[in-house]
């Protein structure tokens, strides 16, 4: 039986897999089509998620093929400058296109042993015997998820991962309600060749969004520029790609030319519409990415936002399926990511609303651009748009009690370059804390105080805070609460 079904090869799926192999899990991941289409939604990593791609070793190979940039203050089409205060070591995001992110995705996920099948289209789930224990042992049953292909075949697993967008089907077959607000707009998005010069496609773009913030051509690359321009109402179905004489049309009606485009490498829309799954979780099978969450792409939120939820969700499956979790450790992926993903969706509505061409959200746009020229106002939206400011609830306590902690420099090293493996790591200041028995899930490194400015910190493998203090017994119950039981 294959511990782990992971539905989805995008960078959710991939990351997911990933974190599941560092704690020798065996996975699988299934992926519909046969080969990567090359659309590129998502352009870039925030902060948040190069911190993430630090805290696996796998940030070298971002910055080797991608460009940085600093998306501070950027909302709603408005830009600011980057804010001073934000709490981060790494104080920009990468901007790699989505293949080639799922590229590098992929061949971290080969290299830890993950199996990845592609064209195979999952069209159901058997969960018959999904109860939380397991009788493993010689001739024992074992719980788990029936998953069947389109050709016939049937695969069982002790969990299955739905990673398949925003249609997902893994939703639908377990009949999570997806509540939201249907898309009331509608955006084409492509890349395609330009015949008009560089310089006077850049005029015009410059013109036209004075007022009109949902449009743009970008300059090309290897001959070829990314347009986006408003669709003509809301389609029926758009899982249907555009055609580009729809492109030109739309960008004749719009900028008064067409640029005289061709040549299309894909055609795709987006709507506004907002959805979340109401569970997260049914019983052994789980929602990540898109597939829990749909909204509009203001703020280049949406892959950072799965890639996220997979760095929360890896850690504590594996410790599920190698069985030390604690009690209700892997429900604790919904207690931590709704709330997350729910916050994405007010935020990129608000974004849409500033985007109109009203004269109200003209006004609204302008009175929030000053008020965002205040440091502060600037922070806040910064941090909300690169995730650097989620902060778990984990209770009472310090004030660094479920925030990530920024990468620092220790005697050892940088703190994020000992956070490779995906395991738990005590920070200890005080140098007479110990994690006897819990050794197999955390590393011990012995820091200074002023290295630290707390006596000493227990991060999850995710990198949040779970504990800061300087007493054994008091981390103690903190380490059975994430970590489960010492091991004698």
């Given at each position: 039986?294959?511990?782990v ?16 192999r ?19 939604r ?6 948040r ?5 630090d ?7 971002f ?37 080639v992110?799922?590229?590098?995705l992929?061949e ?43 050709d ?14 925003g ?38 773009v ?38 580009l ?11 008064g ?14 709507g506004d ?10 019983g ?85 651009s ?62 007479r ?6 050794e ?45 039981a010492?091991?004698?």
């Open positions: 039986m294959i511990d079904i992971v539905v989805g090869g995008g960078p959710t799926g991939l990351m997911l897999a990933a974190e599941l560092l704690h020798d899990v065996r996975v699988v991941v299934l992926e519909r089509l046969t080969e990567p289409t090359g659309e590129s998502g352009q870039g990593l925030h902060t998620s190069v911190e993430i791609m805290q696996r070793g796998l940030l070298d190979r910055l080797a093929v991608s460009e940085t940039f600093q998306a501070g203050g950027l909302f709603g089409g408005i830009r600011k400058p980057w804010p001073d205060a934000l709490d981060t070591a790494h104080p920009y995001g990468v901007a790699t296109p989505q293949p992110t799922e590229r590098l992929q971290h996920a080969l290299e830890l042993g993950t199996e990845i099948r592609h064209g195979c289209e999952v069209v159901g789930l058997n969960r018959s015997t999904e109860g939380d224990e397991e009788r493993d042992g010689a001739g024992g049953a074992r719980a788990g998820v029936t998953v069947e292909l389109a016939g075949t049937e695969l069982r697993a002790r969990y299955v991962v739905g990673c398949d967008g249609r997902s089907t893994v939703r639908k077959l377990l009949g999570v309600g997806f509540p939201g607000l249907p898309a009331t707009v509608e955006t084409l998005l492509g890349e395609m060749e330009v015949a008009e010069d560089p310089e006077t496609v850049a005029a015009v410059a013109e036209v969004r004075r007022t009109q913030l949902r449009f743009g051509v970008s300059p090309p690359e290897n001959g070829v520029c990314r347009v986006v321009v408003p669709a003509d109402g809301v389609s029926d179905d758009r899982s249907a790609p555009p055609t004489e729809e492109f030109r049309q739309r960008l004749r009606a719009v900028a030319t067409d640029f005289g485009v061709h040549t299309p490498r894909w055609l795709s829309r987006f519409a907002t959805r979340q799954a109401e569970h997260y979780r049914a052994r099978v789980l929602l990540a990415g898109d597939a829990a969450h749909i909204h509009p792409p203001t703020g280049g939120q949406g892959l950072n936002l799965g890639v996220q939820d997979a760095f929360n969700l890896g850690w504590k499956l594996a410790a599920t399926v190698n069985g030390w979790a604690p009690d209700g450790l892997l429900d604790s992926y919904h207690t931590e990511r709704h709330p997350v993903g729910a916050a994405v969706l007010d935020n990129t509505r608000a974004q849409i609303a500033l985007l109109g061409t009203d004269p109200g959200a003209t006004a609204l746009r302008e009175l929030f000053k008020l965002m020229d205040f440091e502060e106002v600037n922070r806040y939206v910064t941090g909300l748009i690169t995730a650097v400011d989620v902060r778990y609830d984990f209770g009472d306590g310090h004030p660094l009690l479920g925030r990530r902690l920024r990468d620092v420099e220790l005697k050892q090293g940088r703190l994020y370059s000992l956070m490779h493996a995906g395991r738990g790591l005590l920070l200890d200041g005080t140098g804390l110990s994690v006897a028995g819990w197999d899930r955390v590393d011990h490194v012995v820091a200074t105080a002023q290295e630290l400015d707390v006596p000493a910190v227990l991060l999850r493998p995710d990198g949040h805070v779970a504990w800061a203090g300087e007493e054994q017994e008091d981390l103690r119950a903190v380490l059975l609460r994430w970590f489960g010492a091991r004698p």
